[in-house]
């Protein structure tokens, strides 16, 4: 989830919660796959009869369930059940290319829009790593551990990666009854930071995290709300609640941020409350 945060505020005092890789578990029936370029086209025009211009259309649930064409697309055996083929990131996706080229005007610019912006190293970099990422697809299946659905898609000459999401569960590290001194803060040497700069009410920083409680006394007035989607629309309705992407970022009413995964972890929606404390701890420390 991630939250925008309007100012740097004193920090909540919080034992030091970390995720690690080793935990890290596939998913059951949760697939990601990098199609390759011959792929494009098709995939592209599979995904045309669900990709809509229409203001209620949310990118966030753009996927196809029609086995019949996913089992085509790629040479997978119909024995194998699937329910969705959804692009990994919409605002990055090849399936979903005008929000695309609205979203990176940069990378566009020289093809779609007349505008010469030089080439720089960092910037092919940029466009080099972005369409790679264009390609990436999430699948939804059943009745196949990750292993077995990794090697049936690996077998398609339209897939160039195949590998299992995986879920990264959260611990508590260290075991340290002297974690109430806080020794992180001198780790990550942030009374050194707050000599330099303390942050203002002109700042904007993103907490990418499982959430964060804004009601929170020490958050509730630094949380960033988003003018796009507040106040009223055209007809009366409110519209952090109206189910329409007002600011035209992608986003259906974000005006708080997004939740990226939802409560069960396949379902993003705008409320990115909390439901763990880490988020409002990092929040708090940012």
């Known amino acids: 989830m991630t939250t925008i945060i309007r100012n740097s505020i004193w ?28 792929a494009i086209t098709p995939v ?34 119909e024995s194998v059940k699937i329910f969705q083929l959804r692009p990994f990131i919409a605002q990055h996706n090849i399936a979903l290319e005008a929000l695309r080229e609205k979203t990176n005007p940069i990378l566009f610019a020289n093809v779609k829009f007349g505008t010469r912006i030089a080439e720089t190293e960092p910037l092919h970099f940029l466009r080099t790593s972005e369409e790679k990422l264009s390609r990436w697809f999430e699948i ?12 049936i898609l690996k077998k398609s000459s339209l897939i160039e990666v195949a590998e299992p999401r ?56 630094t949380i960033f709300i988003n003018s796009g989607e507040t106040g009223l629309d055209a007809n009366g309705l409110p519209k952090n609640a109206n189910g329409i992407d007002d600011d035209t970022n992608g986003f259906v009413d974000d005006w708080h941020g997004w939740d990226f995964a939802g409560n069960d972890g396949n379902s993003p929606d ?17």
Request: charged letters at 20%.
């Open 44 to 77: 592209r025009e599979a995904f045309s009869g669900i990709v809509s211009d229409d203001k209620h259309f949310n990118p966030q649930s753009c996927f196809l369930k029609d086995e019949r064409v996913i089992h085509s697309l790629f040479g997978i055996p």
């Open 166 to 221: 995986y879920s990264y569960p959260l611990c508590l590290k260290p075991n340290d009854p002297m974690i109430g001194d806080q020794y992180s803060l001198t780790e990550m040497d942030v009374f050194r930071a707050w000599d330099i700069q303390r942050g203002d009410s002109s700042m904007l920083v993103a907490d990418d995290d499982i959430g964060v409680d804004w009601t929170h006394e020490d958050l509730r007035s």
């Open 140 to 151: 939804i299946y059943i009745g196949l551990s990750p292993d077995q659905m990794m090697a």
């Open 11 to 38: 920090p909540l005092f919080f034992g030091c919660i970390l995720t690690t890789a080793a935990l890290a578990q596939p998913m059951t029936g949760r697939m990601l796959i990098r199609i390759s370029p011959d």
């Open 270 to 286: 705008n409320n990115p409350m909390a439901t763990q404390d880490h988020g409002t701890h990092t929040s708090g420390i940012m």
